[in-house]
C-alpha cells in the first residue's frame, strides 16, 4: 500500500491569525499566553486538516513562530551571547530580538538583529545562524517534545521534522576564513540526543531535512554525510532523508547507500533522475517522492502522473510514499475560501489543502484501483483539458511582439560615464545623494481608504483625492527632511507586485492566497494564467502629480520583471523567459510613458534577481542570460538624461555580481545596514562601475539608527568606493514601518550625509 504524507504545512493560519496574534504580541496588546494559545490553535488547525485529507503520517515541528532555522539555532542552543545580555530569562524575548533586534520586554535593549537571506530559490527569508570557532551547542528539545505531544494527543499518527545538521551548518555563517563544518563534531552529539528524546516519544518516523542535497556541494561536505548518518544510525527512530528544490545530481551517488531507513527527493523538479533512484537505492528503503508541486498552485495532471507511477508502485509496493515535492509553506492553506476567482481559472488551481486531497487519489487509485476515484480522475482531466486549451491564455498580439523582438539584447547606446555626466547637468545633485527605495509608512487611513474604494464605498473621485492628499504630505515630509531624490510614497500601491499585476492582462488575484514571507510579513502572489499585456498606463497620473508638488526630481516607481515573475506564481505552461519577456514588453511602454510625463528618474527594482537563479552552477549563465535581459527590454529606448535605478535586498551578490552589472542601471541600491556592509565586499572586489547606494537603515527591525551610526556605515563603504559613486538610502521600502520610527531615521540619514560631505566634499544646495 502507498502511503501519503507531507513534509510541512502553512503556519500562518488560514486568516493570517499567527501574523495578527505575533504583531500584537509585539506591540503589547496581548500576553505570551495569548501567543502561545494562538499558536497551539493553529498548529491543531493544520494537524486536523491533514488527518481529515487521509494522510499515513503528519509533520510535527514545521510550525514556527517566525522562522523555521531561527527555531533550530533554539533547539540545538545556539544564541549569540549579545541576545543574551540584558534581557529577561524569556526564551521567547531572546528569539524575537534575534528576528528583530528587540522584543516587548522593555528591560532589554535593542540589539543588531540576526543576518537574514533567501531560503534557496524562494521568496521565504530565513534567519542565518551566527558560527564560529567559539560556538558550543546545547540541546533544548522542550518546544519541540511538547508540540509532539500535543499532535500526538490528538490522535495523528506523527513524523517530526527537523533541519538536518549538515544543511544548518551550510546556511550558517561564520567569520572570514571559519569553515563551518569545523563544527560538526560538536553539533553530532547534540542531533543524537535530540533523536534519542523524539524516540522516546514513541514515534516511528523523524524526517530530517537536508536541503543543501538540491546544490552543488565540495567534496568534504558529501564526505561529511557519511559521517554524520552513520553517526544517526545509531538512534532506535527511523530516518527518512528529505531532499527538495531540485534534482540530487552528483549528489544522489553520496546518499544512495547512506544508512537511512527512507529518501524523499523532489521528482517535479528532479523526475528524470527517479529511474535513477530507483536502481541505486537499496532494496529496503523507502522512497518518497515529491509528486505534487509544493511551489506552485496548478493542478497537477493527476491521470498523467497515475501511468507513471504505476510502475514504480509495482515495484515498491509498501515502500512507495507520495509528498508534497516540499513544504507547503510556499503556497497558502485553501482555495476553498476564495469567492472571487474567475471561475474557469479556479478549476485549474490547487493550494495546500486541495495538494492534500490530490494526493489522497492518488494513493487509492494506486492502492485500490482506479475505479475508487473516477469521478475525482474525471474532474482533474476535465480541468487538465479546459485550461490548456482556453481562449484566455494565448493573446496572438503578445505573441507577435515577441517574434519581433529577435536577438537585441537591448543595450543602452551611451555608456554609463557619459551618461552620468548628461544626467549631473539635468539633475544637479549633491555628493552623497539621499533618496529613500519607495514606500512610506502604509498608515491604518491609508488602508482604509483603498478598502473603501474596492468596496465601492467612495467613487474613484474621492479616492482620487484622498491619495492625492498623501502624496502631498510624503512629498513635505521629505522636503522638510530635506532629502534630494523624492518618491511618492506609493500611497496606492497594497504590493509591489499585486499594485501591477491589477493592471495587466494575463493576470488574476486571491482574497485570501497569503504565503509567509518572513516573520509576520505575508504576501498574496498573483497568478499569471496568460499573456500578459498593459492595457493602459498605471502609474503615470501618480507620479505626474508628485513631480507637480515639487522643484526636487521625482523617481518613478516600477517593479521589475524578474520580481513580477518570480513573486507571483508562475504558469507552467511556457518557459519562464518567455513571460518574463511579456512583461517587460507591458514595462517597457509604461517607463517611456513615465519619461514623457516629466519624470527623469526612474526605479526598476529587481530584488528577486538573485533569488530566481538556479541551483546548478551549469544552469546560471542560461538564467542570468535572459533575466538581464528583459530587465534591459524593460528600460530599452529611454533617453541618456533618464537615470535608471533599481533596488536589491537580503541576497549574496558575488555570485551574480558579473549579471547585476549587465544590468547597466545608473544606480544600484542594496541591502547592507544587517551584514554591517559585508554584502558591499562583492561591489567593491567587481569594481562595480556604476553608482551604489548601499542600505544604511534596516528596515526590517523597529531599531532607529543614529546619525554615527549611519555616518560609520558609510564610512566602511568610502575606504573602498569612490564618493562620487555612493548614495544613501535605506535598506528597502518603509511601507511597514510607522512614522515615529521613520521620521527621525531619515533625520539621521540626511544629517549624515551632510557630515559625510562636508567631510570628503561639498555641501548640498537646493
Not at 66 to 76: A, H, K
Not at 195 to 221: H, T, Y
Not at 431 to 444: A, C, D, H
Request: aromatic letters at 8%; proline letters at 6%.
Amino acid at each position: 500500500m502507498a502511503k501519503v504524507h507531507n513534509l510541512g504545512f502553512p503556519r500562518i493560519g488560514a486568516r493570517r491569525e499567527l501574523k495578527f496574534a505575533l504583531e500584537r504580541y509585539w506591540k503589547g496588546e496581548v500576553s505570551a499566553e495569548d501567543l502561545a494559545n494562538t499558536a497551539a490553535d493553529i498548529r491543531r488547525e493544520n494537524w486536523q486538516r491533514q488527518i481529515d485529507a487521509g494522510l499515513d503520517l503528519i509533520p510535527v515541528g514545521d510550525f514556527s513562530l517566525y522562522d523555521q532555522v531561527l527555531d533550530t539555532s533554539f533547539l540545538i542552543g545556539n544564541i549569540p551571547a549579545r541576545f543574551r545580555e540584558g534581557a529577561s530569562v524569556s526564551l521567547l524575548n531572546q528569539y524575537f530580538r534575534v528576528a528583530r533586534g528587540r522584543s516587548p520586554d522593555p528591560h532589554a535593549p535593542p540589539v543588531r538583529a540576526a543576518e537574514m537571506t533567501k531560503w534557496f530559490d524562494t521568496n521565504y527569508h530565513y534567519l542565518v545562524p551566527e558560527l564560529g570557532p567559539e560556538v558550543q551547542f546545547e540541546l533544548q528539545p522542550q518546544n519541540l517534545l511538547d508540540q509532539i505531544r500535543e499532535a500526538k494527543a490528538l490522535g495523528a499518527n506523527i513524523k517530526p521534522v527537523i533541519l538536518g545538521p549538515l544543511s544548518y551548518l551550510w546556511l550558517g555563517k561564520g567569520p572570514e576564513g571559519f569553515q563551518s563544518l569545523d563544527l560538526l563534531e560538536r553539533i553530532l552529539p547534540v542531533y543524537s540526543s535530540l533523536i534519542e528524546k523524539i524516540a522516546d516519544e514513541g514515534v516511528e518516523w523523524i524526517q530530517i531535512d537536508e536541503p543543501i542535497l538540491a546544490l552543488d556541494l565540495p567534496d568534504n561536505w558529501k564526505t561529511a554525510f557519511e559521517t554524520t548518518y552513520h553517526q544517526i544510525r545509531q538512534s532506535k527512530v527511523k530516518v527518512l532523508m528529505a531532499s527538495y528544490f531540485g534534482p540530487l545530481g552528483e549528489n544522489l551517488t553520496t546518499i544512495a547507500h547512506l544508512p537511512v531507513e527512507g529518501l524523499h527527493i523532489d521528482a517535479v523538479r528532479g523526475r528524470d533522475e527517479v529511474t535513477i533512484v530507483l536502481d541505486k537505492i537499496s532494496g529496503y528503503k523507502t522512497l518518497s517522492l515529491g509528486v505534487i508541486d509544493g511551489r506552485n498552485i496548478w493542478r497537477a495532471d493527476l491521470n498523467q502522473l497515475l501511468q507513471w507511477l504505476k510502475p514504480i508502485h509495482e515495484k515498491l509496493g509498501d515502500r512507495l510514499w507520495l509528498a508534497p515535492s516540499c513544504s507547503l509553506l510556499h503556497v497558502p492553506v485553501d482555495l476553498g475560501q476564495e469567492d472571487q476567482l474567475p471561475d474557469d481559472v479556479a478549476h485549474w488551481l490547487s493550494f495546500a489543502q486541495q495538494k492534500l486531497e490530490e494526493l489522497n487519489t492518488l494513493s487509492t487509485a494506486l492502492n485500490q484501483g482506479e475505479d475508487a476515484v473516477a469521478r475525482q480522475l474525471d474532474a482533474n482531466a476535465s480541468a487538465v483539458f479546459n485550461r490548456q486549451n482556453s481562449s484566455r491564455v494565448k493573446k496572438g498580439e503578445v505573441q507577435n511582439k515577441l517574434a519581433q523582438l529577435g536577438d537585441n539584447t537591448f543595450f543602452r547606446e551611451i555608456p554609463f560615464n557619459e551618461r552620468k555626466t548628461v544626467q549631473q547637468q539635468s539633475l544637479n545633485l549633491p555628493l552623497f545623494p539621499t533618496t529613500t527605495i519607495g514606500s512610506f509608512p502604509q498608515t491604518p487611513e491609508i488602508r482604509q481608504i483603498r478598502q473603501q474604494f474596492k468596496q465601492g464605498s467612495i467613487d474613484k473621485n474621492d479616492y482620487a483625492r484622498a491619495m492625492e492628499t498623501e502624496i502631498r504630505q510624503a512629498v513635505s515630509v521629505q522636503e522638510a527632511l530635506d532629502i534630494d531624490v523624492l518618491v511618492h510614497g506609493e500611497a496606492e500601491r497594497n504590493d509591489m507586485v499585486e499594485y501591477f499585476g491589477e493592471q495587466l492582462d494575463g493576470y488574476c488575484f486571491t482574497r485570501f492566497g497569503w504565503v509567509q514571507s518572513y516573520g509576520s510579513r505575508c504576501v498574496k502572489p498573483p497568478i499569471i494564467f496568460g499573456d500578459v499585456s498593459r492595457p493602459a498606463p498605471m502609474t503615470v497620473e501618480w507620479s505626474r502629480f508628485a513631480q507637480e508638488q515639487s522643484q526636487r526630481p521625482m523617481k518613478g516607481m516600477l517593479t521589475g520583471p524578474i520580481t513580477m515573475l518570480q513573486w507571483s506564481f508562475v504558469r507552467d505552461d511556457q518557459p519562464r523567459e518567455v513571460t518574463a519577456n511579456q512583461i517587460a514588453l507591458a514595462l517597457q511602454e509604461e517607463v517611456l510613458d513615465l519619461e514623457q510625463a516629466g519624470i527623469r528618474i526612474i526605479q526598476v527594482d529587481e530584488p528577486a534577481l538573485r533569488e530566481g537563479l538556479p541551483l546548478r552552477r551549469t544552469e546560471w549563465a542560461k538564467y542570468l542570460a535572459w533575466a538581464t535581459r528583459a530587465f534591459r527590454l524593460s528600460v530599452h529606448g529611454v533617453a541618456t538624461s533618464t537615470q535608471i535605478h533599481t533596488h536589491m535586498c537580503y541576497s549574496e551578490f558575488n555570485d551574480i555580481i558579473e549579471a547585476i552589472a549587465e544590468l547597466d542601471a545608473d544606480v544600484i541600491t542594496i541591502e547592507t545596514s544587517r551584514s554591517d556592509m559585508e554584502l558591499l565586499d562583492a561591489f567593491v572586489n567587481f569594481q562595480y562601475p556604476n553608482d551604489i547606494g548601499p542600505g544604511v537603515y534596516d528596515i526590517h527591525s523597529p531599531n532607529i539608527p543614529g546619525r554615527q551610526a549611519i555616518e560609520d556605515l558609510m564610512e566602511k563603504a568610502l575606504a573602498h568606493i569612490p564618493a562620487r559613486q555612493l548614495w544613501i538610502n535605506p535598506d528597502c521600502g518603509l511601507k511597514t514601518r510607522q512614522w515615529d520610527e521613520v521620521r527621525p531615521a531619515l533625520e539621521s540619514m540626511v544629517e549624515a550625509a551632510k557630515a559625510l560631505r562636508r567631510r570628503h566634499g561639498t555641501p548640498a544646495s537646493h
